[in-house]
C-alpha cells in the first residue's frame, strides 16, 4: 500500500507561480512513475503531468510550456511547479501513482486562481 499526501495548494494571482509537492509513503524509486491529476467540480478527473525513472515526463497540452514535474527520491517527493498560472488552472490537484496494478491517489491540494 502507497500513501500519498499533497501540499502547497492555496490562492494564487493569474501569471503568478506555486509549487505542490507530493510525499509518498513509499520510496519514488521504487515507482514506475508519478502522475498529477486535477479536477473541477462537475468534471473528470483530467490528467496533468507524469514522470518516470527513465526520464521521461509526460504533460497535458493546456500546461506543457508552463508546468514542470519533477522527482525528489531522497526526500520521496514528486513536485509539480507551476508557472504562468491561469484562471483554468483552479482545480484540486492529486497525485497518483499504480503499485502492483492498483492506483493509489493522494486526498488532494485544492488551488485556486482568482485575481
Known amino acids: 500500500q502507497v500513501q500519498l499526501v499533497e501540499s502547497g495548494g492555496g490562492l494564487v494571482q493569474p501569471g503568478g507561480s506555486l509549487t505542490l509537492s507530493c510525499l509518498s509513503s513509499?520510496?519514488?524509486?521504487?515507482?514506475?512513475?508519478i502522475a498529477w491529476y486535477r479536477q473541477v467540480p462537475g468534471k473528470d478527473r483530467e490528467f496533468v503531468a507524469a514522470?518516470?525513472?527513465?526520464?521521461?515526463?509526460l504533460y497535458a497540452d493546456s500546461v506543457k510550456g508552463r508546468f514542470t514535474i519533477s522527482g525528489d527520491s531522497a526526500k520521496n517527493t514528486v513536485s509539480l511547479q507551476m508557472a504562468n498560472i491561469e484562471f483554468e488552472d483552479t482545480a484540486v490537484y492529486y497525485c497518483?501513482?499504480?503499485?502492483?496494478?492498483?492506483?493509489?491517489w493522494g486526498p488532494g491540494a485544492r488551488v485556486t486562481v482568482s485575481s
Open positions: 514522470t518516470a525513472w527513465r526520464g521521461m515526463e
Open positions: 513509499m520510496s519514488i524509486s521504487n515507482l514506475s512513475s
Open positions: 497518483e501513482v499504480v503499485y502492483g496494478g492498483i492506483p493509489y
